[in-house]
């Protein structure tokens, strides 16, 4: 087992994962922008299709994994600690 498959990434870890999925959704955004042209594109329209490309992306699936997984992991900690 990884390093990576025993520890949950501290607060700095998770907004640096965080960033990555931002910047992975802008390349995205963009591809889709300059790629995707039709009258009828709408701001609803268009994220949208930013969306379904993000669902079927492999490395942004995996971090949106990793960051549900840590803020649960860090929402439990905290519970734990009696912060409640």
């Known amino acids: ?25 802008e390349e995205v955004a963009a591809e889709v922008e300059a790629k995707w042209v039709t009258p009828y594109r709408t701001p609803e329209v268009f994220d949208l299709k930013v969306n379904s490309r993000l669902a079927s992306h492999q490395e942004f699936r995996s971090l949106q994994e990793r960051v549900r997984e840590a803020e649960a992991a860090l929402t439990a900690e905290s519970s734990a600690t009696g912060q409640d």
């Open 1 to 25: 087992m990884s390093q990576d498959e025993t520890e949950l990434p501290s607060e700095q870890e998770l907004t640096e994962l965080r960033r990555r999925m931002a910047a992975i959704k």
